[in-house]
């Protein structure tokens, strides 16, 4: 398979950091925005790429604090993040997107959605929550204690969060595989935990802010497709679901044998139901 390349990519000027994206295509094709993951960046995308290229151009950015994007160690607020979004759409003259959030990634999709709905054609969410729960606070504090406990304690969080994060059928068949993605994902923030501990510090804020919230998501008519892991022990699928009382035109579609990384252990299932649902841009396809 040849090297990927960008058509377009550049660095979008964010106050005094730059916010750096890319984008795959002519201008021709309704662009679909990939949201990152916390600890992603646009390169983890490149092997799915050419799945949507058919049908979409592909529009990917790093948030402050991952991949090439200014890393700074200060406050990161998630609508901020968003934001980023819009003015790269803008600076591109895309008037609407198809937006789809992965993990923390739907965080930020959310928050695009809440702020700039007129901005989107569609919303595709996997692997998030819009709700208080118990256990995911517990997750994010013992998160935050590994990144600010030093180097040992990083190394061992790496080994616990890939035993966590997917599902039986998938460490099955990626077993020998599943050491080289622990170690990429060290070696890429063991020198800057400080923006795992930045991005994660965002998310109260986030949910501080959810009940004042919540009229505004209740008033999100994009159709959205909800399509959780149904192994995800991270954020399991009844957590999920509760995000279809919330958002008034949602369709539930769990993908089975997958925990929290849907679109990496089925992308058999994951990008031709994405592809119908953004092709039809309703919830009935």
Known sequence: MPELTPDRQGRLAAGTHEVHWEYFGTGDREPIALLNGLAMHCKAWYGFVPRLLAQHDVLLYDYLGQGESSSPDEPVLIPQLARHLVDVLDLLGVAKVHAMGVSYGGFVALELARLHQDRLHTLTLSGTLLSHEELFEMYEALSLTFY?????????????MYEKIFGEAFVRRARADLETMRRKFHDRYRDRTHALIRLTEAQDPFFAALEGNLPCYRAIETPTLLMPGAEDRAIPPWVQ???VDILPRTRWEPIPESGHVVYLERPDVFFPTLLAFTKAKSIDF
């Open 241 to 243: 679901r509760k995000i």
């Open 148 to 160: 600010r406990s030093g180097p040992l304690a990083f190394e061992i969080y790496t080994r616990y």
